[in-house]
């Protein structure tokens, strides 16, 4: 069965304290994404993750770190996180390489810094 | 920069009715552009509608189709007669066919809410 797992699906998290978010797939994609969304702006990518520590900033990686340590899972870390951090998270993967490939996202995870 | 814009949601239409969500991008980095509509519905992540990696060939998927017009450089969604079913946010996005400077992101819109009235 081809799917990406997030959890968790909902977090309220107060300023300053670490988040955790996690992503699992089931497809031995060797690309994997974070993206997130926030309200009148498109998918904005922070980190792309090529293998097992292959890892890549993406447009807004500051803020955030990223571990990979299997090729079915990609963590999300939010070290003291910020009120500005509050959005809605995405994960994906892909089969390859290259802006041609189908991504296979997650149903998100919804942040909410106090 | 390399950019996506699509309709602004959200857009209300009855069921039987035709559909046009409307996608133009600007890609000056991009050599040679993909385009994408993905679709997510309520409590799901998002799946790919359908992809055109060729200027104008048309993709086409449940009912629904987009053309990939290079001269315009839009790639408009659209469906003959929309369903309740097809309740969803609509996302258009632009990808690089090689693995260059643009790296393997894929560049979104800000997403359509598409909401179907039976």
């Known amino acids: 069965d081809m799917k990406v797992t997030q959890m968790p699906r909902y977090l309220i998290k107060r300023m300053g304290e670490n988040v955790l978010l996690e992503c699992g797939q089931d497809?031995?994609?060797?690309?994997m994404y974070w993206y997130r969304q926030d309200p009148g702006l498109g998918l904005q990518l922070i980190y792309i993750?090529?293998?097992?520590?292959?890892?890549s900033e993406g447009d807004i990686p500051k803020g955030y770190r990223v571990s990979r340590k299997k090729r079915e899972h990609f963590s999300l870390i939010l070290d003291s996180a910020k009120t500005n951090q509050t959005s809605v998270y995405f994960c994906?993967?892909?089969?390859?390489?290259?802006?041609?490939?189908?991504?296979?996202f997650g149903a998100g995870t919804r942040l909410s810094v106090l | 920069g390399d950019s996506v814009t699509q309709t602004e949601g959200p857009v209300t239409v009855s069921e039987s009715e035709s559909l046009i969500i409307n996608c133009t991008y600007s890609?000056?980095?991009?050599?040679?552009?993909?385009l994408f509509w993905y679709v997510r519905y309520p409590g799901e992540g998002l799946q790919l509608l359908l992809k055109?990696?060729?200027?104008?060939q048309k993709g086409s998927s449940r009912g629904f189709e987009a053309t990939y017009n290079k001269e315009t450089t839009s790639f408009h969604l659209q469906k003959a007669s929309v369903q309740e079913s097809d309740s969803a946010v609509y996302y258009c996005?632009?990808?690089?066919?090689?693995?260059?400077?643009?790296?393997?992101?894929?560049?979104f819109g800000i997403g359509t809410l598409l909401s179907v009235k039976p």
């Open positions: 055109v990696i060729t200027a104008g």
């Open positions: 497809m031995s994609h060797e690309t």
């Open positions: 996005a632009l990808g690089d066919k090689d693995y260059g400077s643009s790296g393997n992101k894929l560049i």
């Open positions: 994906a993967s892909s089969l390859g390489r290259g802006g041609q490939n189908t991504l296979y």
């Open positions: 993750s090529y293998d097992v520590d292959s890892n």
């Open positions: 890609a000056t980095s991009i050599a040679y552009p993909n």
